[in-house]
């Protein structure tokens, strides 16, 4: 496979998760403020929760040039729909379907279909402003966009290498947001005082339904909602596909099969997939990561920014032809 279509592939597959993922955290955290529990002298608490999706999305210092205050109304237009924000829902569909144009031959014209009618919707015919009444709506869209995508792929694309490579960005861009979106939430729960503690749960509830983990947690435990057993179900579980160990252990395994289809490619990816996956599956406790560091939120993301790397100089840039002493004294 020529690496531009490999790389078409592995990028449209991390633009449309990031769609969704970026869709989701939005509504959630809009839902949550709205439902937020009123307690006596937790005045700001939950009012004003836009600034830490920033942090989630790596993009503060960016928003910083346009807006000067992380509100209601700043922080959805950027995350959405602002041309500037490479990373909005909006870009992340735009560039998608700009590799799934460029894939027309390779795709089936019901993933083509699927991503332009999205593209269209929530694109070219989005609304100008985001206001509340419109968030949820515009949000549900994003995320069932990338489901039926996601699905009609499934059904539809042969599962050769190149659908490996967009299942490797898929789940690459899944693990380092369910770690983002951990770190920050740790983060904030660190400053919590003793007022805040009266909205723990509510915040334990939008945690897991930012991940689309609400149900699956609740099916898995029995004891309620507990920030340990939270932190340690999206980071170790073996069956829910959001964590971020199932994530890797798919990755590792997609990344091995690119390479079967790959011998004489370095095997640097694929040894980088290994170790990292080889250490989320050594830890059986979740304060080793959220306690203790060893390894770090931040360590696991600096991996994988790593791994991303290392699969673009492997697979999608162009490596000269090796030629042997005895073909060149062949040829001269």
């Known amino acids: 496979m020529l690496s531009r279509i490999a790389e078409n592939l592995y990028w449209m597959g991390r633009y449309i998760e990031r769609a969704e993922n970026t869709s989701r955290i939005l509504d959630v955290n809009y839902l949550s403020i709205l439902e937020a ?18 942090d989630i999305m790596e993009s503060k210092e960016a928003f910083k040039e346009h807006y000067k205050r992380a509100d209601g109304v700043n922080v959805p237009y950027w995350l959405a729909l602002h041309p500037e924000n490479v990373a909005s829902i909006r870009s992340s569909l735009r560039f998608a379907r700009e590799n799934a144009r460029a894939l027309r031959d390779r795709i089936s014209t019901e993933m083509w279909e699927a991503i332009n009618r999205s593209y269209l919707k929530l694109c070219v015919s989005a609304p100008e402003k985001i206001e509340e009444d419109v968030l949820h709506d515009y949000c549900v869209s994003a995320r069932e966009a990338s489901h039926l995508f996601f699905g009609i792929a499934h059904a539809t694309l042969p599962h050769d290498l190149g659908w490996y490579f967009m299942r490797a960005g898929q789940f690459l861009e899944r693990a380092d947001n369910t770690l983002r979106t951990l770190q920050v939430n740790i983060q904030q729960s660190g400053i919590r005082g003793p007022v805040e503690a009266g909205v723990e ?56 099969k690119i390479q079967l289809e790959n011998l004489d490619a370095s095997s640097k990816a694929l040894e ?15 304060a080793q990561i959220t306690v203790q560091a060893k390894p770090s939120m931040q360590d696991l993301i600096n991996q994988i920014a790593a791994l991303t790397m290392t699969l673009s100089s492997v697979y999608f840039t162009l490596q000269p032809v090796k030629i042997s002493q005895t073909q060149s004294q062949s040829q001269a």
């Open 37 to 54: 529990p009123q307690v006596l002298g937790a005045k700001g608490i939950v009012t004003e929760k836009w600034a830490p999706l920033l």
């Open 201 to 256: 749960i509510h915040r334990d509830i939008a945690l897991l339904k930012s991940v689309s983990a609400y149900e699956a947690y609740r099916k898995y435990y029995d004891t309620g909602l507990n920030s340990k057993l939270i932190y340690e179900f999206l980071l170790l579980n073996e069956s829910f596909p959001r964590s971020v160990r199932y994530c890797l252990e798919l990755l590792s395994e997609t990344i091995g």
């Open 272 to 286: 980088e997939a290994n170790a990292l996956t080889s250490v989320i599956c050594a830890i059986q406790d979740e």
